[in-house]
Protein backbone atom coordinates (compact mmCIF):
# COMPACT_ATOMS: atom_id res chain seq x y z
CA UNK A 1 0.00 0.00 0.00
CA UNK A 2 1.10 3.76 -1.29
CA UNK A 3 1.99 6.24 1.63
CA UNK A 4 0.83 3.91 4.67
CA UNK A 5 -0.33 5.86 7.73
CA UNK A 6 2.61 6.36 10.57
CA UNK A 7 2.80 6.87 13.94
CA UNK A 8 5.04 9.47 16.14
CA UNK A 9 6.82 7.35 18.46
CA UNK A 10 8.71 9.36 20.54
CA UNK A 11 6.69 10.37 23.78
CA UNK A 12 5.42 13.81 24.51
CA UNK A 13 8.10 14.71 26.51
CA UNK A 14 8.36 18.12 28.97
CA UNK A 15 5.68 19.78 30.92
CA UNK A 16 3.00 22.02 29.78
CA UNK A 17 4.33 25.58 28.24
CA UNK A 18 4.00 27.56 31.49
CA UNK A 19 2.95 30.46 29.22
CA UNK A 20 0.22 29.06 27.39
CA UNK A 21 -2.51 31.42 28.47
CA UNK A 22 -0.03 34.72 28.51
CA UNK A 23 0.75 33.59 24.84
CA UNK A 24 -2.63 35.23 23.83
CA UNK A 25 -3.07 37.53 26.45
CA UNK A 26 -6.03 36.11 28.18
CA UNK A 27 -7.98 36.21 24.83
CA UNK A 28 -8.75 32.53 25.41
CA UNK A 29 -10.91 32.79 28.44
CA UNK A 30 -12.52 35.89 26.73
CA UNK A 31 -15.17 33.61 24.94
CA UNK A 32 -16.46 32.21 27.67
CA UNK A 33 -16.77 35.40 29.71
CA UNK A 34 -18.12 36.97 27.21
CA UNK A 35 -20.91 34.07 27.41
CA UNK A 36 -21.34 34.15 31.38
CA UNK A 37 -22.42 37.46 30.61
CA UNK A 38 -24.50 36.58 27.87
CA UNK A 39 -26.48 34.34 30.55
CA UNK A 40 -27.14 36.71 32.57
CA UNK A 41 -27.78 39.35 30.64
CA UNK A 42 -29.72 37.93 27.39
CA UNK A 43 -32.84 38.84 27.83
CA UNK A 44 -32.75 42.90 28.31
CA UNK A 45 -29.94 42.54 25.28
CA UNK A 46 -31.73 40.34 23.12
CA UNK A 47 -31.88 42.75 20.58
CA UNK A 48 -29.85 41.75 17.68
CA UNK A 49 -31.06 42.62 14.36
CA UNK A 50 -29.64 41.83 11.15
CA UNK A 51 -28.26 44.96 10.19
CA UNK A 52 -25.69 46.95 12.41
CA UNK A 53 -23.05 45.72 14.92
CA UNK A 54 -23.67 42.65 16.74
CA UNK A 55 -21.25 40.67 19.20
CA UNK A 56 -21.47 36.53 19.15
CA UNK A 57 -19.66 34.47 21.90
CA UNK A 58 -19.90 30.62 22.02
CA UNK A 59 -17.81 28.14 24.42
CA UNK A 60 -17.93 24.49 23.75
CA UNK A 61 -15.93 21.52 25.64
CA UNK A 62 -15.90 17.81 23.75
CA UNK A 63 -14.29 14.65 24.63
CA UNK A 64 -13.32 12.34 21.63
CA UNK A 65 -12.79 8.99 22.33
CA UNK A 66 -10.15 8.60 19.75
CA UNK A 67 -8.87 12.01 18.26
CA UNK A 68 -6.03 10.61 16.16
CA UNK A 69 -8.21 7.98 14.75
CA UNK A 70 -6.04 5.11 15.45
CA UNK A 71 -6.96 2.37 13.35
CA UNK A 72 -8.56 -0.54 15.79
CA UNK A 73 -6.19 -2.54 17.71
CA UNK A 74 -3.20 0.06 17.91
CA UNK A 75 -1.95 0.30 21.39
CA UNK A 76 -2.18 4.22 22.01
CA UNK A 77 1.03 3.93 24.13
CA UNK A 78 3.23 2.78 20.84
CA UNK A 79 1.48 5.39 18.64
CA UNK A 80 1.15 8.13 20.87
CA UNK A 81 3.46 7.89 24.17
CA UNK A 82 0.23 7.99 26.11
CA UNK A 83 -1.80 5.50 27.13
CA UNK A 84 -5.58 6.42 25.78
CA UNK A 85 -6.19 8.50 22.55
CA UNK A 86 -9.01 10.13 24.11
CA UNK A 87 -8.51 13.89 24.55
CA UNK A 88 -10.84 16.87 26.08
CA UNK A 89 -10.98 20.22 23.84
CA UNK A 90 -12.24 23.55 24.54
CA UNK A 91 -13.34 25.75 22.12
CA UNK A 92 -14.09 29.39 22.88
CA UNK A 93 -15.05 31.80 20.48
CA UNK A 94 -16.19 35.42 20.23
CA UNK A 95 -16.83 37.66 16.68
CA UNK A 96 -18.31 40.77 15.71
CA UNK A 97 -20.67 41.06 12.56
CA UNK A 98 -21.47 44.42 10.90
CA UNK A 99 -24.18 44.87 8.14
CA UNK A 100 -25.31 47.95 6.67
CA UNK A 101 -27.37 49.40 3.35
CA UNK A 102 -25.60 52.45 1.47
CA UNK A 103 -27.52 53.11 -1.22
CA UNK A 104 -27.63 49.99 -3.64
CA UNK A 105 -24.29 49.34 -2.16
CA UNK A 106 -24.41 46.84 1.04
CA UNK A 107 -21.14 46.27 3.56
CA UNK A 108 -21.02 42.88 5.40
CA UNK A 109 -18.64 41.80 8.05
CA UNK A 110 -17.84 38.46 10.19
CA UNK A 111 -14.42 38.84 12.59
CA UNK A 112 -13.31 36.56 14.78
CA UNK A 113 -11.58 34.17 17.34
CA UNK A 114 -11.59 30.53 17.93
CA UNK A 115 -9.33 29.12 20.52
CA UNK A 116 -8.73 25.47 20.98
CA UNK A 117 -7.25 24.07 23.97
CA UNK A 118 -6.72 21.10 24.07
CA UNK A 119 -6.48 19.60 28.02
CA UNK A 120 -3.47 16.42 27.23
CA UNK A 121 -1.99 17.46 23.57
CA UNK A 122 -1.62 20.75 23.95
CA UNK A 123 0.90 21.18 20.90
CA UNK A 124 -2.18 20.88 18.75
CA UNK A 125 -3.99 24.68 20.54
CA UNK A 126 -4.73 26.99 18.16
CA UNK A 127 -5.76 30.54 18.19
CA UNK A 128 -7.60 31.16 14.67
CA UNK A 129 -8.25 34.31 13.55
CA UNK A 130 -11.07 34.32 10.78
CA UNK A 131 -13.00 36.47 8.62
CA UNK A 132 -15.79 36.97 6.04
CA UNK A 133 -16.32 40.37 4.15
CA UNK A 134 -18.00 41.26 1.61
CA UNK A 135 -19.02 44.58 -0.66
CA UNK A 136 -22.53 43.97 -2.33
CA UNK A 137 -21.96 46.65 -5.05
CA UNK A 138 -24.46 47.86 -7.26
CA UNK A 139 -24.24 50.48 -9.98
CA UNK A 140 -27.96 50.18 -10.85
CA UNK A 141 -30.45 47.39 -9.53
CA UNK A 142 -29.62 45.70 -13.25
CA UNK A 143 -25.88 45.46 -12.57
CA UNK A 144 -25.14 44.14 -8.93
CA UNK A 145 -21.90 41.71 -8.16
CA UNK A 146 -20.12 41.05 -5.09
CA UNK A 147 -16.66 41.22 -3.66
CA UNK A 148 -15.68 39.15 -0.86
CA UNK A 149 -12.71 37.59 1.21
CA UNK A 150 -12.46 35.29 3.90
CA UNK A 151 -10.13 33.20 6.42
CA UNK A 152 -11.38 30.17 7.92
CA UNK A 153 -8.46 28.88 10.35
CA UNK A 154 -9.08 25.17 12.13
CA UNK A 155 -7.76 22.34 13.41
CA UNK A 156 -7.41 19.75 11.13
CA UNK A 157 -9.30 16.10 10.83
CA UNK A 158 -6.59 13.34 11.67
CA UNK A 159 -7.89 10.68 9.71
CA UNK A 160 -5.67 11.20 6.73
CA UNK A 161 -2.59 12.76 8.36
CA UNK A 162 0.81 10.06 8.26
CA UNK A 163 2.37 11.94 11.30
CA UNK A 164 0.45 12.52 14.85
CA UNK A 165 1.36 14.39 17.85
CA UNK A 166 2.25 17.70 15.81
CA UNK A 167 0.40 20.39 15.22
CA UNK A 168 -2.39 20.35 12.83
CA UNK A 169 -3.82 23.56 11.37
CA UNK A 170 -5.65 24.12 8.17
CA UNK A 171 -6.13 27.07 6.26
CA UNK A 172 -8.66 28.10 4.33
CA UNK A 173 -8.63 30.97 2.01
CA UNK A 174 -10.33 32.24 -0.98
CA UNK A 175 -10.96 35.59 -2.78
CA UNK A 176 -13.85 36.45 -5.37
CA UNK A 177 -15.42 39.50 -7.61
CA UNK A 178 -18.26 38.66 -9.88
CA UNK A 179 -20.74 40.56 -11.66
CA UNK A 180 -24.01 40.13 -12.69
CA UNK A 181 -26.01 41.75 -15.46
CA UNK A 182 -29.74 40.99 -15.96
CA UNK A 183 -30.76 41.61 -18.90
CA UNK A 184 -34.65 41.20 -18.15
CA UNK A 185 -36.67 39.52 -15.74
CA UNK A 186 -35.15 36.21 -16.72
CA UNK A 187 -32.09 35.69 -18.11
CA UNK A 188 -28.74 37.21 -16.13
CA UNK A 189 -25.20 37.43 -17.55
CA UNK A 190 -22.23 36.31 -14.88
CA UNK A 191 -17.94 37.11 -14.87
CA UNK A 192 -16.12 36.19 -12.15
CA UNK A 193 -13.00 35.76 -10.85
CA UNK A 194 -11.45 33.36 -7.86
CA UNK A 195 -8.19 32.48 -5.62
CA UNK A 196 -8.71 29.90 -3.60
CA UNK A 197 -5.80 28.90 -1.12
CA UNK A 198 -5.99 25.55 0.91
CA UNK A 199 -3.26 24.73 3.60
CA UNK A 200 -2.74 21.99 5.81
CA UNK A 201 0.08 22.42 7.87
CA UNK A 202 0.64 18.36 8.28
CA UNK A 203 0.82 16.49 4.89
CA UNK A 204 -1.90 14.54 4.18
CA UNK A 205 -2.09 11.45 2.34
CA UNK A 206 -2.95 11.85 -1.02
CA UNK A 207 -4.16 15.47 -1.05
CA UNK A 208 -1.99 18.56 -1.34
CA UNK A 209 -1.70 21.70 0.20
CA UNK A 210 -3.07 23.96 -3.33
CA UNK A 211 -3.90 27.16 -5.09
CA UNK A 212 -6.42 27.60 -7.32
CA UNK A 213 -6.77 30.85 -9.83
CA UNK A 214 -9.62 30.69 -11.96
CA UNK A 215 -12.16 33.05 -14.37
CA UNK A 216 -15.00 32.45 -15.17
CA UNK A 217 -18.48 33.04 -17.44
CA UNK A 218 -22.09 32.40 -17.07
CA UNK A 219 -25.52 32.59 -17.79
CA UNK A 220 -28.64 31.89 -15.25
CA UNK A 221 -32.43 31.86 -15.68
CA UNK A 222 -34.85 32.34 -13.38
CA UNK A 223 -38.56 32.04 -13.43
CA UNK A 224 -41.98 33.49 -11.34
CA UNK A 225 -42.16 30.53 -9.43
CA UNK A 226 -38.64 30.39 -8.30
CA UNK A 227 -37.00 27.86 -10.96
CA UNK A 228 -33.39 28.55 -11.93
CA UNK A 229 -30.95 26.93 -14.07
CA UNK A 230 -27.12 28.42 -14.34
CA UNK A 231 -24.45 27.36 -16.42
CA UNK A 232 -20.70 28.30 -15.44
CA UNK A 233 -17.50 27.59 -17.63
CA UNK A 234 -13.99 28.40 -15.35
CA UNK A 235 -10.74 28.02 -16.52
CA UNK A 236 -7.46 28.75 -14.00
CA UNK A 237 -4.34 27.37 -13.00
CA UNK A 238 -3.28 26.27 -10.17
CA UNK A 239 -0.04 25.09 -8.08
CA UNK A 240 1.15 22.58 -5.27
CA UNK A 241 2.35 24.52 -2.09
CA UNK A 242 3.53 21.26 0.16
CA UNK A 243 7.07 22.97 0.54
CA UNK A 244 8.04 19.92 3.03
CA UNK A 245 6.96 16.81 0.86
CA UNK A 246 9.98 15.51 -0.87
CA UNK A 247 9.94 15.76 -4.83
CA UNK A 248 9.54 12.48 -7.05
CA UNK A 249 9.17 11.57 -10.49
CA UNK A 250 5.78 11.18 -10.82
CA UNK A 251 4.24 14.46 -8.46
CA UNK A 252 3.88 17.38 -10.41
CA UNK A 253 3.22 21.00 -8.75
CA UNK A 254 1.45 22.75 -11.90
CA UNK A 255 -1.74 21.91 -13.62
CA UNK A 256 -4.32 23.59 -15.68
CA UNK A 257 -8.14 23.26 -14.85
CA UNK A 258 -11.35 23.91 -16.97
CA UNK A 259 -14.98 23.70 -15.43
CA UNK A 260 -18.30 23.10 -17.08
CA UNK A 261 -21.19 23.58 -14.14
CA UNK A 262 -24.74 23.21 -14.60
CA UNK A 263 -26.48 24.09 -11.46
CA UNK A 264 -30.59 23.66 -10.89
CA UNK A 265 -32.95 24.38 -8.51
CA UNK A 266 -36.70 23.42 -8.75
CA UNK A 267 -39.29 24.45 -5.77
CA UNK A 268 -41.88 21.25 -6.86
CA UNK A 269 -44.30 22.54 -4.09
CA UNK A 270 -44.41 24.54 -1.42
CA UNK A 271 -43.00 22.61 0.72
CA UNK A 272 -40.56 20.20 -1.42
CA UNK A 273 -37.63 22.00 -3.52
CA UNK A 274 -34.82 20.17 -5.58
CA UNK A 275 -31.30 21.16 -6.01
CA UNK A 276 -28.70 19.28 -8.35
CA UNK A 277 -25.30 20.23 -9.46
CA UNK A 278 -23.28 18.92 -12.24
CA UNK A 279 -19.72 19.65 -13.26
CA UNK A 280 -17.20 18.34 -15.24
CA UNK A 281 -13.47 18.71 -14.49
CA UNK A 282 -10.85 17.95 -16.58
CA UNK A 283 -7.19 18.92 -15.17
CA UNK A 284 -4.12 18.35 -17.18
CA UNK A 285 -0.47 18.59 -15.71
CA UNK A 286 2.52 20.16 -16.74
CA UNK A 287 4.98 17.88 -16.94
CA UNK A 288 3.41 14.35 -15.55
CA UNK A 289 0.72 13.27 -18.29
CA UNK A 290 0.05 10.15 -15.98
CA UNK A 291 -1.88 12.96 -13.25
CA UNK A 292 -4.13 14.25 -15.54
CA UNK A 293 -7.56 13.42 -14.69
CA UNK A 294 -11.48 14.18 -16.33
CA UNK A 295 -14.57 13.35 -14.56
CA UNK A 296 -17.93 14.66 -14.23
CA UNK A 297 -18.97 15.43 -10.39
CA UNK A 298 -22.53 15.61 -8.98
CA UNK A 299 -24.94 16.25 -6.50
CA UNK A 300 -28.62 16.42 -5.95
CA UNK A 301 -30.69 17.21 -3.30
CA UNK A 302 -34.37 17.04 -1.94
CA UNK A 303 -35.48 19.33 0.90
CA UNK A 304 -38.64 18.39 2.22
CA UNK A 305 -40.80 20.71 5.02
CA UNK A 306 -43.81 18.90 5.75
CA UNK A 307 -44.89 20.73 8.86
CA UNK A 308 -44.16 24.35 10.06
CA UNK A 309 -41.80 22.19 12.71
CA UNK A 310 -40.33 19.49 10.90
CA UNK A 311 -37.51 19.75 7.94
CA UNK A 312 -35.88 17.12 6.11
CA UNK A 313 -32.98 17.07 3.53
CA UNK A 314 -31.93 13.93 1.56
CA UNK A 315 -28.74 14.68 -0.18
CA UNK A 316 -26.33 12.63 -2.48
CA UNK A 317 -23.04 13.05 -4.41
CA UNK A 318 -20.23 11.41 -5.99
CA UNK A 319 -16.83 13.46 -6.50
CA UNK A 320 -13.84 12.68 -8.25
CA UNK A 321 -10.80 14.66 -6.87
CA UNK A 322 -6.68 14.50 -6.57
CA UNK A 323 -4.98 12.23 -4.67
CA UNK A 324 -1.81 11.42 -5.70
CA UNK A 325 0.07 8.53 -4.63
CA UNK A 326 2.55 6.06 -6.05
CA UNK A 327 -0.44 3.52 -6.94
CA UNK A 328 -3.27 5.89 -7.57
CA UNK A 329 -3.83 9.30 -9.05
CA UNK A 330 -7.89 10.06 -8.63
CA UNK A 331 -10.50 9.32 -5.50
CA UNK A 332 -13.89 8.78 -5.77
CA UNK A 333 -16.53 9.41 -3.28
CA UNK A 334 -19.87 8.45 -3.21
CA UNK A 335 -21.96 9.67 -0.45
CA UNK A 336 -25.35 10.13 1.13
CA UNK A 337 -26.54 12.22 4.01
CA UNK A 338 -30.03 12.39 5.18
CA UNK A 339 -30.44 15.60 7.83
CA UNK A 340 -33.66 16.22 10.13
CA UNK A 341 -34.52 19.25 12.39
CA UNK A 342 -37.33 18.40 14.95
CA UNK A 343 -38.97 21.69 16.51
CA UNK A 344 -40.03 20.36 19.82
CA UNK A 345 -41.47 23.49 21.89
CA UNK A 346 -40.85 26.95 21.37
CA UNK A 347 -37.48 26.31 22.93
CA UNK A 348 -36.48 22.89 22.46
CA UNK A 349 -35.07 21.59 18.74
CA UNK A 350 -33.16 18.37 17.88
CA UNK A 351 -31.11 17.78 14.92
CA UNK A 352 -30.18 14.70 13.78
CA UNK A 353 -28.10 13.15 10.43
CA UNK A 354 -27.44 9.90 9.34
CA UNK A 355 -24.69 9.20 6.92
CA UNK A 356 -22.26 7.02 4.58
CA UNK A 357 -19.54 7.84 2.19
CA UNK A 358 -17.20 5.34 -0.09
CA UNK A 359 -14.18 5.88 -1.26
CA UNK A 360 -11.70 4.44 -3.86
CA UNK A 361 -8.67 4.92 -5.57
CA UNK A 362 -8.42 5.05 -9.13
CA UNK A 363 -6.25 5.68 -12.19
CA UNK A 364 -2.58 4.07 -10.95
CA UNK A 365 0.60 5.82 -12.98
CA UNK A 366 1.36 3.29 -16.23
CA UNK A 367 3.17 0.00 -15.01
CA UNK A 368 1.96 0.57 -11.01
CA UNK A 369 -0.43 -1.88 -9.82
CA UNK A 370 -3.74 -0.47 -8.61
CA UNK A 371 -4.87 0.77 -5.18
CA UNK A 372 -6.71 -2.25 -3.88
CA UNK A 373 -8.06 -0.21 -0.84
CA UNK A 374 -12.17 0.75 -0.63
CA UNK A 375 -13.24 3.03 2.56
CA UNK A 376 -16.92 3.02 3.78
CA UNK A 377 -17.27 5.93 6.65
CA UNK A 378 -20.59 6.08 8.98
CA UNK A 379 -21.21 9.12 10.38
CA UNK A 380 -24.40 9.56 13.21
CA UNK A 381 -25.16 12.96 14.97
CA UNK A 382 -27.84 14.16 17.38
CA UNK A 383 -28.05 17.16 18.51
CA UNK A 384 -30.55 18.71 21.34
CA UNK A 385 -30.45 22.49 21.50
CA UNK A 386 -32.50 24.64 24.48
CA UNK A 387 -32.72 28.05 24.02
CA UNK A 388 -33.32 29.60 27.38
CA UNK A 389 -33.34 33.51 25.86
CA UNK A 390 -34.25 34.93 22.72
CA UNK A 391 -30.49 35.35 21.58
CA UNK A 392 -28.91 32.28 23.57
CA UNK A 393 -28.83 28.76 23.48
CA UNK A 394 -27.47 25.83 25.38
CA UNK A 395 -26.56 22.79 22.85
CA UNK A 396 -25.93 19.36 24.05
CA UNK A 397 -24.15 16.74 20.54
CA UNK A 398 -23.57 13.55 20.18
CA UNK A 399 -21.70 11.70 16.85
CA UNK A 400 -20.43 8.59 16.04
CA UNK A 401 -18.17 8.00 13.08
CA UNK A 402 -16.55 4.53 11.95
CA UNK A 403 -14.50 3.93 8.73
CA UNK A 404 -14.77 0.43 7.59
CA UNK A 405 -11.95 -0.46 5.13
CA UNK A 406 -10.51 -3.65 3.52
CA UNK A 407 -7.20 -2.68 4.76
CA UNK A 408 -7.38 -3.04 8.46
CA UNK A 409 -4.69 -0.22 9.32
CA UNK A 410 -6.95 2.34 8.17
CA UNK A 411 -10.33 1.40 10.20
CA UNK A 412 -11.24 3.40 12.88
CA UNK A 413 -14.00 3.97 15.38
CA UNK A 414 -14.63 7.68 17.41
CA UNK A 415 -17.34 8.68 20.06
CA UNK A 416 -17.53 12.30 20.80
CA UNK A 417 -19.66 13.69 23.05
CA UNK A 418 -20.12 17.65 22.75
CA UNK A 419 -21.85 20.43 25.25
CA UNK A 420 -22.03 24.20 24.22
CA UNK A 421 -23.59 27.50 25.09
CA UNK A 422 -23.59 30.43 22.39
CA UNK A 423 -25.60 33.74 22.29
CA UNK A 424 -25.69 36.93 20.29
CA UNK A 425 -26.42 40.65 21.19
Not at 252 to 280: H, M
Amino acid sequence: MAHPRRAARDPLEGARPTDRQSRIGGLSWLGIGACAALACLAAPLALAQDDGLSLSAAYRVQRDSNLFRLADGVNPLFALGRPSAAETVHVRSVGLRYARDFSLQRLEADIGLVDYAYDTYDQLDLLARNHDLRWRWAITPDLTGTVRTQRDESVNSFEDTSVLTQRNRRLRRFQSVDANWRLDGAWTLIAEAQEARNENQQPLVGEDSQILRTTGLGVRRETPKGSSLALRWRSGEGETIDPNRPPAPLRDNDFQQDEWALDARWPVTDKTRLEANLAWIDREHERVAARDYDALNWRVSANWTPSAKTILRLSASEDFSSYQTSNASVTRTRRWTLNGTWVLTSKLSLQGSWGSADRDFQRPPPGVLPDIRKDRTRERLLSLRWAFARQASLDLTWQDSRRQSNVPSWRYRSDLLRVGISGRF
